[in-house]
């Protein structure tokens, strides 16, 4: 566990959360409200841009990291997941409203922390890429 920047990690999964926390909120809200049935595809196009936050989760872990980036970026992911979370509990013992079984609270930190990853990943192949090539030794035209 040593090789977990925790400032890295927070710090990219609050920054996302300003982000995932109106729209998990939201999802839930509509459901609650029976104004968009659980299979719609508004369900499906509104978790797919929570799992893309997931990914900038993970970039962003992985880019503060800079060393073990890959578990960095996982870490950072499953955090924003969580802290969504909590957000979406916290509204539904104010306002009422259903929460997430147990079971499907891991499924979805583990499949945050695999989009976190892959953000990392991208990080880590795009660092390459800029690093491939120097900007100060570029060749000058005669």
Same mark, same amino acid.
């Given at each position: 566990m040593n090789e977990l920047r925790w400032p890295a990690i927070w710090r990219a999964?609050?920054?996302?959360?300003?982000?995932v926390i109106p729209i998990g909120v939201l999802q839930r809200v509509l459901v609650d409200r029976k104004?968009?049935?659980r299979g719609s595809s508004a369900i499906y196009l509104i978790t797919f841009v929570?799992?893309?936050?997931g990914m900038v989760a993970g970039f962003g872990a992985a880019? /503060? =990291?800079?060393t073990h980036v890959l578990p960095n970026g996982a870490a950072a992911g499953a955090l924003t997941y969580l802290i969504a979370e909590v957000a979406s509990?916290?509204?539904a013992a104010v306002f009422g409203g259903t929460s997430q079984p147990f079971i499907g609270v891991i499924? /979805? =930190?583990l499949l945050m922390a695999t989009c976190g990853m892959f953000g990392a990943g991208l990080e880590r192949?795009?660092?390459a890429l800029r690093e491939e090539v120097p900007?100060?030794?570029?060749?000058?035209?005669d």
């Open positions: 999964a609050v920054s996302v959360s300003i982000f104004t968009i049935e929570i799992l893309v936050l880019k /503060l =990291a800079r509990l916290v509204r499924y /979805l =930190a192949r795009s660092r900007r100060d030794n570029a060749p000058k035209p």
